[in-house]
């Protein structure tokens, strides 16, 4: 079951200069931004549309009706708030999907996830049935099943570790071949080589970048050297890669080019990020930096680039589990107060 390409989308090109046209969608969509908004859910929805020809006023009106209508249509309990509506609306637009279908769907897939047993997930339910539409069109059964089945054996393996908010990892997973727990012991092979062989940090973060790292499909010492070899580079250059970097090394992992020439493209986009948009952090600029740059170098590889839609959903759930902790962390406040 392998990703669908990309390459028949009427909508889909790779743009000569991905900085200018990420700065050329960034500037519509936040002309547009609400105060309740922020500006990392914009930085995302101008990634998303970045392979979408189009006049980017004309995308980002669309963006915006398109998130209006699932505002509407989902309502507050869906755990979707403003920010992540926005990137799941730009996903619709970039897939000229109606937002409206997308609920219907959302709500029939989301039956067959309570028959099948799996716990409710919120926003990451959301999310994974985002994933399992761009894998498959229509969503069977089956894939749930396999979902639930592959979400058990990561759990097998960290049970402390895995929970709802792995559900878009797990909807990546559906489309690998192999049985499930077979999938669950290869990630976590990886999991393991990463903290052994590279000395990553555990945790959710690492867990992440070794489900993105099993797609390549190759044994945990290759892909694990693959990284480790990206990640030497790009601290040889000055980048300090924390652990919420970990997915950006991973997604990279996949470029079949020389870890010096990836991280030199990186570097250079994330200057040029820098230099126009000053208030952005060296963290967030070596993100945006590392989406640009796989846009650049992977060019019109269909698999490559359904890779890096599945990556960008994973960005939407970091944006979502950062935004969670802000308001818990408000709410302890205002309750110490």
């Known amino acids: 079951m392998p990703f669908r390409s990309l390459d028949g989308d009427s909508g889909f090109v790779v743009p000569a200069d991905p900085l200018a046209r990420f700065d050329e969608l960034l500037t519509a969509l936040d002309a547009g931004r609400g105060w309740m908004q922020d500006k990392a859910a914009i930085r995302l929805a101008a990634i998303t549309l970045l392979v979408t020809s189009g006049d980017a006023g004309r995308l980002a009106a669309s963006t915006r009706t398109a998130s209006a209508v699932l505002g509407e249509r ?62 498959f069109g229509t969503i069977e059964p089956a894939h749930v099943e396999r979902l639930h089945a592959i979400y058990d054996a990561m759990k097998a393996h960290h049970w402390w570790l895995t929970g709802p908010d792995d559900f878009p990892a797990c909807a990546m997973l559906v489309a690998r071949p192999g049985e499930p ?80 020439n990836i991280v030199a493209t990186v570097r250079e986009l994330q200057a040029g990020l820098r230099a126009r948009l000053k208030w952005l952090s060296e963290g967030d600029a070596l993100s945006l930096g590392a989406g640009l740059a796989f846009v650049r170098l ?38 110490v107060n």
């Open 298 to 335: 992977v060019g019109a590889s269909g698999e490559l680039g359904a890779l890096a839609d599945a990556k960008l959903l994973l960005d939407m759930q970091t944006l979502v589990t950062a935004r969670q902790a802000a308001s818990t962390a408000a709410l302890s406040a205002s309750t």
């Open 181 to 260: 727990a077979a999938i669950g012991a290869g990630t976590d092979a990886i999991y393991a080589a990463l903290h052994q062989q590279a000395g990553l940090s555990r945790g959710d973060p690492l867990q992440t970048a070794a489900n993105i790292l099993y797609l390549a499909g190759v044994e945990a010492p290759l892909i694990v050297e693959r990284f480790s070899g990206l990640l030497a580079a790009f601290r040889a250059a000055g980048a300090k890669i924390k652990t919420g970097e970990y997915d950006e090394v991973a997604i990279l992992s996949f470029v079949a080019q020389p870890a010096a």
């Open 74 to 135: 989902l309502g507050w309990a869906s755990g979707v708030d403003e920010s992540v509506r926005l990137v799941i609306a730009a996903q619709l637009v970039k897939a000229d999907e109606s937002p409206d279908e997308f609920v219907d769907d959302l709500e029939r897939v989301r039956g067959m996830f309570r028959a099948d047993g799996l716990r409710r997930g919120g926003v990451y339910e959301v999310l994974a049935v985002l994933i399992l539409r761009r894998l």
